[in-house]
C-alpha cells in the first residue's frame, strides 16, 4: 500500500507538471515512470474499493434443530445426527450440548480415561412431560439436526415464548430444557415442540441428559411470569 508521503510526492508532481502556468514540461524518463506508477494505483485503488456483490445463496445462518433429524420446510440440512454432551454428573469436562454428525472420522483408541463424549437422553416422564410432548420418551436417545437458512443475517433463541416478534421469522418452536437442577450445568436448549426419538431403543444409559424447565417466581418476577410452569421457546431468524 503507499505511504502518505508517497501520495504527497504524487500530488506534489502532478501540481509542478500540470499546474505551472500550462507551460510545455519535457517529461523525463524517470518522470514517466512515477506517471505509470499513478496509473497503476489509480486502477488497483478502484479495483479495492468497488463493492463485492453477494447473491442470497451466500447469505444465511445455521443452526441446530433439537430433537428433529430434519430442518423445516425451505430450509437446507447441513447435517443430522445425535444429540451428545459431558456424562450428567461429572465434575470436569464439557458443559454444552452438542449435535454429533452421523458420520464420523473416529481417532485412534486411546488409554486416557478421561471419557467426556456421551450421547443425550430424553429425561421426560409422565410427571414432568409438557402439553403436547411425545409420550414414552423417558431414556430414549436425542436427535439433531444443523440447519442454514439462507437469506438471514441473524438467529436466536427465545426463551419464554412460542412466536416470535414482529419482523423475525420463526424456525420451530418448543419447550426450554436442560439437565436437572441436582446435576451438573450445562446450556439451555429449545427442544423441538415435535421432538421424536433417535432410534427404538431405550435403555438406561444416561449420558447428558434432556429434562424440562419448570418456572420459578421469586427473583423471576412474577407476573409476567408464572409460578411452576413448563417454558416455551422458539427460535427465530431475520
Known sequence: ??????????????VSVFGNDCKEYSLTPS?????????????????????????????GVTYVRWGKKVCPEGVDIVYA???GGNFYANKGGGSNYLCLPSDPENGRVTSNDNDGLYGAEYDVVSSNTPAGFRSNMYQKEVPCAVCRRTGKFSVLMIPGRKTCYK?????????????????????????????????NQSANNNGALFYP???????????PYKDKTEVHCTVCSK
Not at 500500500?1 to 502532478?14: C, D, K, P, R, Y
Not at 418452536?173 to 439451555?188: A, E, R, V
Open 31 to 59: 518522470d514517466q515512470s512515477l506517471i505509470d506508477m499513478m496509473k497503476h494505483y489509480l486502477h488497483t485503488s478502484r479495483k479495492a474499493d468497488t463493492p463485492v456483490a453477494h447473491s442470497q445463496q451466500d447469505i
Open 1 to 14: 500500500m503507499l505511504t502518505f508521503s508517497f501520495a504527497t510526492a504524487i500530488v506534489a508532481f502532478v
Open 213 to 223: 424447565v419448570r418456572a420459578k417466581c421469586g427473583s423471576l418476577r412474577c407476573p
Open 81 to 83: 445426527g445425535q444429540a
Open 167 to 199: 419482523g423475525w421469522k420463526s424456525e420451530y418452536n418448543g419447550f426450554l430444557m436442560s439437565q436437572h437442577k441436582n446435576y451438573n450445568q450445562i446450556d439451555f436448549a429449545c427442544m423441538d415442540g415435535d421432538a421424536e426419538p433417535l432410534d
